[in-house]
Structure formats: C-alpha cells, structure tokens
C-alpha cells in the first residue's frame, strides 16, 4: 500500500516513523542527496523503489564535508522541486533537517574512514570524507533502512560507505547507481549549473578524456601514466579547465597502481573556471 507523501524535519519525528515502519514489517530504502535533483538522483531513486516497500529521500546540504572556502553557501538548493520531483519517481517520505537539528551545539564525533579517505577527492578536500561519512552515518540511524542507494559518479564517496558500513556492522545493503550522463557524455551534477554555456562546453572534455583512456585501454595501453595521459590531453586542450587530479588506482582499494592489470578505476577532478567536476571510469 503507498504511504501518503509526507515530509519531515525534526530527526526524533524521522526515527520515529522509520521504527513504525519497521515494525510494520516495511522494506525501508534511504536515497541521500544534497537537493537540487537531476536525472542522475531520479537513477537512485527509481533504483530504490524497485527494491523496497518504503523510500525515504533525504535532502540535506551538509555543512561538515564543505572546506571553508567551498560553495557551502551557494550551493544550488530547490526544495519544491526536489519533492515535486521525488513525488513524480513514486517516493513515500522525505527528510529535510535543518543543519541545527543535526549538528547540536557541541557535536564532536565523526566517522573517519582512515585510509580510503586519503586520496583524491579527500586529498584536495581535507575534512571532507569525514563529514560525509558522519552524515550518512547519521541518516542511517534517523531513517533506518534496509538498503541504501548511492551513485557511482562519487565513486570513492561509494567505497567508503561500503566500508564504513562493513567495518562498524551497519545491517544495511549499499547498493549502487552508474553515472548518468548527459547526451553529449557531461556527467549530471547538480553543480554543472554553476557552468557558463562556454564552461559546459568545455566541460565535455571530462568523459572525452576518459573515452580516449578507455579507448587506449581497449588498444592494449595497460601502462597507468599513458592511460593518465589519454586522459588528460583532451582537458589540457580546453581553455578554461585547471585539472586537480587524475589518476588510476586499484577498484577497490583506491591505492597507486602501475599498470591496469587488474580491476581498476580511473577517476579525475577538473576545475572548469571555479567549478570542480568530478568523473570516473571503471577500466579492466
Ligand atoms: P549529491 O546530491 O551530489 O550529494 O548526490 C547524491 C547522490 O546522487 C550520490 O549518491 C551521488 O553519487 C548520486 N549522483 C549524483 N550525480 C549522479 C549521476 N550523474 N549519476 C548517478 N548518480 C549520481
């Protein structure tokens, strides 16, 4: 039977409902997200409605994973559509806290996945791997699930939370979403709306770089400095793009590897103006 859509705000109402649920005998399944909802979220909600009773989309611009100088507060938010939206995809509840209601004066316990946060993305961001694997940590707890669906597009986000999950007993499921593009290959991130119709253009060149490392693969390259460089020469040929990182690691583990011989990822962080994109690509 489909829940009434209903929308919470406090995090005790949230719990709350998701132990009603539980004890009813519902299949809760947890989506978070940051808001600003695009084609890619709608993926991991769809996902999730295929594979539980229940759907809970969270919607919170977490404070604690954005560096001091990041774009906390211009972060793009569009609360109505994001429920419109999430109605539309058949979603049941939506939690929406305020950053005070989860962060209480004096908070000071965070989730560090020690090693699998250290490189790339958790490089260039220090703090930022720990804040979000508080938070989900966090809405884990307030919503209960029984699965949680998370998108591949933040693939190192991804293994950590099936980490954080295994090491600490989480009886949760994680499962996973590939990236949504759009037709011209640019990722869907909410951030893209920050890039100028010349921005976006170049913007292209992200997955182009990883095609042309793919296609370097395919030809039987496997050394990981000519598939970084495959990769690079298309973003190094736009103006306008300053690249934070690109680099193969091991699928898993996220460590260095020397040559792809092995499952392995090949993910990349570009500056498009002052806009960080980030995209990847599963390689071997
Ligand atoms: P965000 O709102 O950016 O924090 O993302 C919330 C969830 O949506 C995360 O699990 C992301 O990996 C996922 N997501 C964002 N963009 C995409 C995309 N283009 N394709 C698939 N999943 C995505």
């Known amino acids: 039977m489909q829940l009434p859509f209903e929308v919470f705000r406090d995090p005790r109402a949230m719990r ?3 132990e009603d649920l539980r004890r009813d005998g519902r299949r809760i399944a947890v989506v978070p997200t940051m808001g600003a909802l695009h084609d890619g979220h709608v993926a991991l909600l769809r996902a999730a409605r295929g594979k539980a009773d229940v759907v809970i989309l969270t919607v919170f611009v977490n404070p604690t994973q954005f560096g001091p100088t990041e774009d906390l507060s211009r972060y793009p938010r569009d609360e109505p559509g994001d429920l419109a939206k999430a109605r539309a995809a058949g979603i049941d509840l939506a939690f929406c806290p305020e950053a005070s209601a989860m962060y209480r004066p004096g908070a000071q316990s965070f989730v560090e996945v020690r090693e699998l946060q250290k490189p790339l993305c958790g490089a260039s961001r220090p703090g930022h791997f720990a804040g979000v694997a508080t938070v989900v940590a966090k809405l884990f707890h307030l919503t209960q699930p029984h699965l949680a669906v998370f998108g591949e597009k933040d693939y190192q986000q991804l293994a950590i939370i099936r ?3 295994r ?3 989480f009886a949760i499921e994680i499962a996973s979403v590939p990236i949504v ?3 011209d290959g640019v990722a869907m991130s909410s951030r893209n709306a920050y890039l100028s119709p010349e921005q976006r253009r ?3 060149s992200l997955s182009a770089g990883l095609a042309a490392a793919e296609l370097a693969f395919a030809g039987g390259e496997r050394r990981a ?3 970084v460089a495959a990769a690079r020469a298309p973003i190094e040929a736009e ?3 300053r690249i934070d990182y690109v680099e193969l690691r091991d699928a898993e583990e996220l460590t260095v590897i020397e040559q792809a011989e092995r499952p392995a990822v090949l993910a ?4 498009v103006g002052t806009t960080r994109l980030i995209d990847n690509r599963v390689i071997g």
Do not use: S, Y
């Open 16 to 18: 709350a409902k998701a």
């Open 163 to 165: 980490r954080m999950v």
């Open 167 to 169: 090491d600490l007993d």
């Open 181 to 183: 593009r759009e037709p």
């Open 202 to 204: 170049a913007a292209r």
């Open 225 to 227: 400095g000519a598939l």
């Open 239 to 241: 103006a306008g793009t």
């Open 268 to 271: 990349l962080a570009v500056f």
